[in-house]
């Protein structure tokens, strides 16, 4: 219960009164205090941090759900059940960060994983988690996961698994020690300099648009300028075609580093682009896109 009662007090954003979720806590003991009873073994265990997962899906009320939510992830990792595990800390993120219960669900679902089948889930689970922490270049985190998904993946005797999970390792590894010689400085908050480099970061070495345009948009450089434009909406085919033909422009100059993922931009464009081009620039697009890269392809 103290466990129960540390991990809703995490939870400060909604709802705001933790003292009002550690009473519901008690309270769902109470009304499954029979259902608790009787799960002695880890298949009942199991089922029981399932049903009380489907319960917290129904309940509209929001500390009740908070409350069931907390329970039943606490049976999930009891039992080595990570995918009901997950199901638990996805809906939980509704209240606020969940970072302390992935890291807490990777300590202990190690120890309560016994069949191949769990740990196969389990090193799945941690992949996942690694490749979250990788995205938001939170490495600490996913070097954890990483090491997670690869010890599990052993005990699994999964060599796929295995692979997989040294390969996100090396990748994890690789963008660590490029990230750590850029000096982003992210306290009190991200200035401005730092952000336009974090963004060239996400979106030049490692291909993540989606976390970095915005960021790259608040520099004062050239591909400041092009990231404020990309951001910009637009349907217009021309003005997408234009916008490829910007970051294809930018390529011939971008220096070594940087110059496939400015031509995976410019592809971006004008794929989105020609359907709705006509004639010449039809043609000319249909083109250029055959002469440039996808992403994954370098």
């Known amino acids: 219960m103290y466990a129960l009662l540390f991990v809703a007090a995490s939870f400060g954003a909604v709802p705001d009164d933790v003292v009002e979720v550690n ?20 298949p009942e265990t199991q089922a029981l941090a399932k049903r009380l997962l489907s319960e917290a899906r129904k309940t509209t009320e929001q500390v009740g759900r908070h409350a069931l939510l907390i329970v039943a992830h606490d049976f999930a990792i009891r039992s ?3 995918e009901t595990c997950d199901g638990c800390i996805e809906d939980l993120a509704e209240f606020g960060s969940t970072l302390d219960l992935r890291l807490r669900s990777l300590s202990i679902l190690p120890e309560t994983c016994r069949t191949e089948s769990q ?11 690694a490749i979250d922490g990788l995205a938001d270049d939170d490495y600490r985190t996913a070097t954890t996961a990483v090491e997670a998904a690869l010890e599990a ?12 999970s040294q390969a996100l390792a090396t990748t994890i590894d690789d963008y660590r ?6 000096d982003i400085k992210r306290w009190p908050e991200l200035d401005v300099k730092s952000a336009a480099k974090l963004g060239r970061f996400r979106c030049l070495t490692k291909g993540d648009w989606g976390n970095g345009i915005k960021l790259m948009a608040r520099g004062d450089d050239t591909y400041a300028a092009l990231a404020a434009r990309d951001i910009t909406p637009t349907e217009d085919p021309v003005e997408r075609m234009l916008r490829g033909n910007a970051w294809v422009k930018e390529a011939e100059h971008a ?21 709705d081009l006509k004639d010449r620039d039809a043609v000319r697009i249909a083109e250029a896109i055959k002469q440039l890269p996808s992403p994954g392809e370098q």
Do not use: C, M
């Open 23 to 42: 009473i519901a806590i008690e309270l769902v003991h109470d009304v499954y205090s029979a259902d608790i009873k009787q799960a002695k073994s880890i």
């Open 80 to 82: 080595g059940a990570p």
């Open 119 to 129: 740990h196969t889930a389990l090193a799945k689970l941690a992949q996942k988690y």
């Open 153 to 164: 993946a052993t005990n699994a005797k999964n060599l796929n698994l295995v692979k997989s």
């Open 177 to 182: 020690k490029q990230y750590e010689t850029l």
């Open 255 to 275: 220096e070594q580093q940087y110059r496939y993922q400015t031509r995976v931009r410019a592809a971006h464009w004008y794929k989105l682009a020609l359907p």
